[in-house]
């Protein structure tokens, strides 16, 4: 025997029974989603290791056609970015045609080599933005004048600064952020007694 809908049930218990089916059945297409980078439970990232692709450790391996020849690229992302750290060549597989898949120890070669390059361009970065020099004062002693850039995209500021071999501070100046710290100027800001430097 089937149930018949009584004409006189509440048509706002009908409408909360379906809104309450529609939420139910979004959570479950949610939960059951693939295409999620994170685990609903846990909240971690969703390991992928597919032969073109695989995500872990915070890095993404992306397995790309060569826009320079008609060879394969590999370009590895770390997580939260919008560019890759890191592109490179990438072999071909057996067949001469496909990119060799990527394999656990490809992977690790290559989370290996992209945080060497992170670590690099982050090393020239503060070389760039803190360079010192050592200069004999007066009294014979070394003062280390540095020269510290602020990069902001808005206002750009970089300050010159002179310490003794204790690590007191001499001296302190502002400058343009392309001020060119050498030990000939420095050692006449010292002589000008850390005044407006040249």
């Not at 939960?31 to 450790?57: G, H, Q, S």
């Not at 670590?119 to 070394?142: F, I, T």
């Not at 300050?159 to 710290?181: C, H, I, Q, T």
């Amino acid at each position: 025997m089937t149930d018949k809908l009584s004409i006189d049930a509440d048509p706002s218990k009908i409408a909360t029974d379906a809104a309450a089916d529609a939420a139910t059945d979004a959570a479950t297409d949610a939960a059951n989603d693939t295409d999620t980078d994170t685990d609903l439970e846990t909240n971690e990232p969703v390991k992928t290791m597919e032969p073109r692709l695989w995500r872990d450790d915070g890095w993404t391996a992306r397995v790309i056609k060569n826009e320079d020849d008609d060879g394969w690229a590999v370009e590895m992302t770390l997580d939260g970015e919008s560019e890759p750290s890191l592109v490179g060549p990438w072999t071909m597989g057996r067949d001469k045609k496909n990119p060799k898949p990527l394999d656990p120890p490809a992977f690790f070669t290559l989370v290996k080599t992209a945080n060497e390059v992170l670590r690099r361009h982050e090393q020239q970065l503060h070389a760039m933005l803190h360079k010192s020099v050592k200069v004999r004062g007066e009294d014979g002693g070394s003062i280390t004048v540095k020269l510290d850039i602020d990069p902001n995209e808005d206002n750009p500021t970089a300050v010159l600064s002179a310490y003794d071999v204790l690590g007191e501070e001499l001296g302190r100046a502002s400058v343009a952020p392309s001020y060119k710290l050498n030990v000939e100027r420095a050692g006449k800001w010292i002589a000008g007694g850390f005044g407006k430097p040249e």
